[in-house]
């Protein structure tokens, strides 16, 4: 499945500084610009994954449903 973010890059000094706007915690720096778009890319899909194996340690054994949530913003 494919989902589309939106990361904001600036330059500070040396260093590229990179954060996807709408997810917190997905943060990272890079000397180049390629480099923090992959870190970005690196650190959206971690911090993804790590969610979803909260979500779902803290369900445990209970029935749940999951749905698609679509929004226009």
Partial sequence: ???EFTGV???????YIGYVEELPGVN?????LKE???NLR????LIIE???E???????DAS?????????V
Wanted: aromatic share 2%.
């Fill in 50 to 52: 790590a969610n979803k």
């Fill in 64 to 72: 749940v449903i999951r749905e698609p949530i679509v929004v226009e």
């Fill in 28 to 32: 990272t720096q890079g000397r180049t």
């Fill in 1 to 3: 499945m494919s989902r």
């Fill in 36 to 38: 923090v778009r992959e």
């Fill in 54 to 60: 909260l979500a779902a340690k803290s369900q445990g």
């Fill in 9 to 15: 890059i600036e330059k500070r000094g040396n260093w």
């Fill in 42 to 45: 690196e650190a959206l899909c």
